[in-house]
C-alpha cells in the first residue's frame, strides 16, 4: 500500500518544480502582503498567517493558489518552491498537498505566485471532525527568488475543510 | 522542492488520547477522545510505543479542536 501511494505521488516527498498557468479561482487565492496584519486572522491564527476563502470539501480535488505579488521587486520572480509543508493538524485528518501527475505544485508563468492542489485521504474523508464549522489546517509556503542574492520567503496560509 | 505532507503514527497519551496523530516538523496534533486529563497537565506517551516525553506546543495549532505537543524521545 506504501509503494503504491508512493508511485501515486501522494504521499510528497522530493519532487521537481513545474511552471504552469494558475486556474485557482480568486476565492481559492490568498495574497502575502507587503506588511502582514498586525492582529491575528481570527481564533487561534498565528499572527500574519493568511486564509483561502473557499472552504475544502474532503471530497475536493482542487487547486489553491498563493501569490507572492506584493512581496517581490519590480521584475523579481519566484524562483523555486523550495518546501511546502503540511501542518502536524492536516496531516492527523489525512489533508494532503496532491503531487499526482497533472496536480504537482507549480509557480504561475508570471512568476509571482504559486499553485498547490489539495486532497483528503479517502479513509478520513467521512470524518467527523469535518462536519459543522470543519477544521482550519495551516500549510507553510517557503519560495526563493531570482534575485542576486536570492530572497526566501516562508508564509502560512489556512485552509478550512469542511463538508459541504 | 520538498513536499512534506507529514506522517500519521500511533499515539496513546493516558487519559486524552488513543489513535493516529499527525506529525510534522517535531509536532504531533491530534483532536483528544479520551477524558480524565487536561492537555497542560500531560508529560509524556507512547508514540509508536515508545515512550516520549511531550510538552505542549502553543500558539501552533490553528483549531481549537486540535491538541499540539512537541516530543522527545524519553
Known amino acids: 500500500m506504501l509503494t503504491a501511494l508512493l508511485l501515486l505521488g501522494v504521499l510528497g516527498g522530493e519532487v521537481d518544480v513545474g511552471t504552469g498557468p494558475i486556474i485557482a479561482p480568486p476565492a481559492s487565492t490568498v495574497a502575502a502582503l507587503s506588511v502582514p496584519a498586525a492582529s491575528a486572522v481570527g481564533n487561534d491564527i498565528p499572527l500574519g498567517a493568511y486564509q483561502w476563502a473557499r472552504p475544502l470539501d474532503p471530497a475536493d480535488r482542487a487547486p489553491y493558489a498563493f501569490s507572492f505579488a506584493q512581496l517581490l521587486a519590480p521584475g523579481e520572480e519566484i524562483a523555486d518552491i523550495v518546501r511546502l509543508t503540511m501542518s502536524a493538524a492536516g496531516a492527523a485528518l489525512g489533508l494532503e498537498i496532491d503531487t499526482s501527475p497533472g496536480r504537482i505544485p507549480i509557480i504561475g508563468e508570471d512568476g509571482n505566485a504559486v499553485q498547490v492542489w489539495f486532497r483528503v485521504d479517502e479513509a478520513f474523508q467521512e470524518n467527523a471532525a469535518f462536519t459543522g464549522a470543519g477544521v482550519r489546517i495551516p500549510i507553510a509556503f517557503l519560495v526563493e527568488t531570482n534575485s542576486s542574492p536570492f530572497k526566501r520567503y516562508e508564509r502560512t496560509a489556512v485552509l478550512t475543510v469542511r463538508q459541504q | ?74
Open chain 2, 1 to 74: 522542492m520538498i513536499v512534506d505532507n507529514g506522517r500519521r503514527r500511533q499515539l496513546v497519551v493516558a487519559g486524552l488520547f488513543d489513535g493516529l496523530a499527525g506529525e510534522s516538523e517535531g509536532l504531533l496534533s491530534f483532536i483528544p477522545n479520551r477524558t480524565g486529563k487536561r492537555p497542560v497537565d500531560v508529560r509524556a506517551g507512547l508514540l509508536d510505543g515508545e515512550p516520549v516525553f511531550l510538552e505542549l506546543a502553543t500558539g501552533t495549532t490553528v483549531d481549537p479542536s486540535f491538541v499540539t505537543f512537541r516530543y522527545r524521545s524519553a
